[in-house]
């Protein structure tokens, strides 16, 4: 959804909120719990108990004295911080006691001791989920799956993947909208330089008006004008001393009043002897059309018909 405003093109996409399956359980903030120190070097003496507190762990977890577990599990843990199995049998505790963050921090440490450990990945996947990190759950849950498939898994990654699912099609659609937006930005953008480019172009070509040119760059200056506009140019060459310039003067600038669509500029030949001979004047008067900076035709002499012939010719799709 988008809101409108004056300024549109600066709008923000409103995103709706997605409707979720799912039971979503608030973080845990308890202090971390107590964690082994994986550069112990272990004792078989310390690995073999280790492993009676996990059988005593396991068999408080089936009674459902789920806090004892815990306690029996961290001795083992502190006693073998190097077993993966251990750390990820103490976080599906957690995740029983609806604590998905310490979950999470078990997993973690059961992973970085084995990477491959199935039932790390399955406790964070689950974790995540409670926690309603739908994605990554499915992501973790699918690791899981591969290394060692069971129906829990299979079972919690129905729960998940709908969500999934959901999220992604919502990120698509929201993600097209923006750059829906972003390309109106672009559009409007480029419509306003264009509007601002027009207004600075029609304010250098004087509509209805003869341009007297006194200078090379001034006149690279009108010609990019009118270029910006489409319009057609009459540039007319001068000198004061030419007897037809001064009888077609008059007619040049009723022309102008005529045809505000197009320019007329004026040069004189004796103050822009250099502009002359690049346009290779060789008498005056001489008019040259000019579209896009290029010349495209031109009247030499004071040839009244003709000019109004050739501005007729080509001005009339440069309106």
Known sequence: MEKVGENSFEDEIMESDIELEGEVFEPDNDPPQKMGDPSVEVSDENRDKAQLYKK???DALSEGKLIEAVECLTDGILLNPTSAILYATRAGVFMKMKKP?????DADAALQINPDSAKGYKSRGMAKAMLGKWEDAAHDLHLAAKLDFDEEICSELKKVEPNVHKIEEHRKKYERLRKEREVKKADMERQRKQAEEVSAASAVVKDGEVI????????????????SLSRLVILYFTATWCGPCRLMGPVYKSLAEAHRNVVFLKVDIDELGIVAHRWNVSSVPTFSCVINGKEIDKVVGADKASLERKIAQHGSSKK
């Open 56 to 58: 005593e762990g396991l």
């Open 101 to 105: 963050n310490a979950a999470i921090r």
């Open 212 to 227: 007297t040119v006194h200078s090379s760059n001034e006149l690279e200056t009108k010609l990019k004008a009118a270029s």
